[in-house]
C-alpha cells in the first residue's frame, strides 16, 4: 500500500495546538500519511546553537515533504530566522498563498468572493540576511534581487494563472525608488509576461497596491511579488477574508515542499486552546492535493466550508466560542 511520508514540525506558540488538529483531520481523511515529528523550537535552537537542527534537516532530506506550524523568532538580535533558513536550505523560492473568501465568516469583504493568488518570492531581497554595522550609529542592509529568482517566481504565478484559468496577474514593486533592484524584477515580469499572451498582466507600485487592496480588493487575481512586500501584503489580504486565522500558504521548491499557514506562534492566545487552525487545514487541502490525494482534498476543504457555513463550533478570532479543539472535532464529523 502506497504510504506517504511527511516531516511534521509542530512549532512553537499555537503551533502544537494547530499541527494538533492537522494531524487529526489528516487520520479522519483515512489517507495514509506516515508523520516524521521533529523539535524546532526555541529551545532546540538553544540547545544546539543553530536554527536548523540536523535532525529537521535529515527528516526534510528523507521525506522532501513538510507541514510546518508557526516557530517564534527573537526581534532585533538573537537566532536567524528558522523559515528564512528553511527557505534557504531547501531552496523553497516560491511561496503561494491562497487567499479566498469562505461563507460563513465575516469580514469587510464577505459579499465579495475574493480568490487572491499570492506568489512571493521567498529567498532573497532584504531577507538575505545581509547586514552589517559600518560605522557605529550606521547600518547597511542589501537588498539582493537576482534575474534567476526574479524569472522563476513569475513563471510559477504565470504557470499557475494558466492551469488554474485565471484571468490576470499583477506584479508589486517599488522600482520608481529601487530602480534597479525592482527594476530587475519587473523586467523578468514583463519578459516571462510574453510567454502568457492570453493572461493579462499588469504592475502596481506597493504603496497604492495596499491602498488598492483596502478599497477595491475584487479587481485582484494573481499576484506577484518579491520577499519582504509579499510577506506584508500577505497580511493584509489574510484581514481581508478574516484574519491571519485562515489563509494557508505553501514553499514550493525544484525537490521540496513545505506547507505552513501565514500567521506566527501568536504568543498572545498560545497554550489557550483557542486558536483558529483553519490556516494549516488550509494547508492539510494543499497538501493532499500536491501528494495527488485529490479526492481527500476536496472533501477536506468541503468540510471546512459546511463547518463554517453551519456556524455552530467557530472560533473566538472569527465571532465565535468554540475551541481548537472543538472546532476540529466540527470537521471531522463534516467528513463522515
Ligand atoms: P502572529 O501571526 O503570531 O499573530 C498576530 C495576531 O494574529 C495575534 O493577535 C494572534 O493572536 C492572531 N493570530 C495568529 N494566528 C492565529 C490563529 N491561528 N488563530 C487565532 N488568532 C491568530 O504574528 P506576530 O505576533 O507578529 O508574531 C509572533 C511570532 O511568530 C514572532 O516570533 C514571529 O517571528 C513568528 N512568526 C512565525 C512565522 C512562521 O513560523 N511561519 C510567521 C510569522 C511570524
Known sequence: MVQYHVTLIAGDGIGPEVTEAATRVIEATGVPIVWDPVELNANVIEREKKSLPDAVVDSLLRTRLGLKGPVSTPVAGGYQSVNVALRKRFNLFANFRPVVTIPGIHSRY???????????????????????????GVVTGIKVITRVASERIARKAFEFAQREGRKKVTAIHKANIMKQADGLFLTCCREVAKEFPAIQYG????????????????????????????????DICAGLV??????????????????????GSAPDIAGKGIANPTAILQCCVLLLSYIGEREASRRLQRAIAATYKEGKYLTGDVGGTATTSEFTSAIVEAMK
Open 203 to 234: 504592475e502596481l507600485i506597493v504603496d497604492n497596491a495596499s491602498m488598492q487592496l483596502v478599497m477595491n480588493p475584487g479587481q485582484f487575481d494573481v499576484m506577484i511579488l518579491p520577499n519582504l512586500y509579499g510577506d506584508i501584503v500577505s
Open 242 to 263: 478574516g484574519g491571519l486565522g485562515i489563509v494557508p500558504g505553501a514553499n514550493f521548491g525544484e525537490n521540496f515542499a513545505i506547507f505552513e499557514s501565514v500567521h
Open 110 to 136: 464577505e459579499d465579495l468572493n475574493l480568490n487572491i493568488a499570492i506568489f512571493r518570492e521567498n529567498t532573497e531581497d532584504l531577507y538575505a540576511g545581509l547586514e552589517q554595522e559600518i560605522v557605529p
